[in-house]
């Protein structure tokens, strides 16, 4: 069964502390992988889309890297306003339809 | 250029009334999906549409949910006799194909009373 994973549940991290996001996946041929961040009370707000093992995606202070079983939303210098729910999803090559999310990660930036 | 647009934005139901919700995908999207999350669940899936085309319900419950998307006008999400666990977000997503990244609206939150 398609799966995905996300760790840690919560994290709270300091102003200019630096760290990842891990999401694991379990899925028949992979399609894509994608990030979302998502806001109390709002709708998930695209990110990025990798492909492939070895692909690397950056936007501000966000990097997203991915591998054959994971991927990693690495946050570096974060600032308060980073502060959100980040959701990881998944899209099957045998069933473009649908993506799978995990339950995400809370966000927590203290200045 | 509008995003996804959804309405209502809350929406409070009786148990055993209908809900109806909308969802007008982006500008040039012609692929629409439906999801809901329960509180600290993650979003799953219900249903994807084209025009006037369901084309995969894996993810709606069998009985008293359906969905239509037609040749004109929003799509829409209609749960008929709302039960206690109807309650949850309802969020819609649009693409301009099955295979490209899907750009959420900003959800009705439906609370059965």
């Known amino acids: 069964e398609d799966q995905v994973t996300q760790s840690p549940e919560a994290l709270r991290l300091q102003e200019g502390e630096s760290s990842s996001l891990n999401c694991s996946y379990t899925v028949s041929g992979l399609r894509g992988l994608f990030w979302y961040r998502q806001d109390p009370g709002k709708g998930p707000e695209f990110l990025f889309t990798l492909y492939s093992a070895g692909e690397e995606k950056e936007k501000e202070r966000l990097k997203a890297t991915l591998t054959k079983k994971e991927s990693f939303l690495h946050i570096t210098a974060p600032k308060p306003e980073d502060s959100a729910t980040y959701l990881c999803?998944?899209?099957?090559?045998?069933?473009?339809?649908?993506?799978?999310f995990g339950t995400g990660t809370r966000l927590q930036v203290f200045p | 250029n509008a995003g996804v647009m959804q309405n209502p934005r809350h929406l409070v139901r009786r148990r055993g009334q209908e809900a109806r919700l909308r969802c007008s995908p982006m500008?040039?999207?012609?692929?629409v999906y439906w999801y809901r999350q329960l509180p600290e669940e993650g979003l799953k899936f219900m249903v994807y549409?084209?025009?006037?085309?369901?084309?995969?319900e894996s993810g709606m419950p069998k009985e008293r949910f359906s969905a239509e998307f037609p040749k004109e006008g929003p799509s829409i999400l209609r749960i008929q006799q709302v039960v206690r666990g109807d309650s949850a977000a309802y969020f819609c997503?649009?693409?301009?194909?099955?295979?490209?990244?899907?750009?959420f609206g900003p959800g009705t939150r439906l609370t059965v009373t």
């Open positions: 999803a998944v899209q099957a090559a045998h069933n473009t339809d649908k993506l799978i």
């Open positions: 997503a649009s693409s301009q194909s099955g295979v490209h990244e899907q750009y």
């Open positions: 500008k040039g999207h012609s692929h």
């Open positions: 549409l084209q025009k006037e085309n369901i084309i995969d």
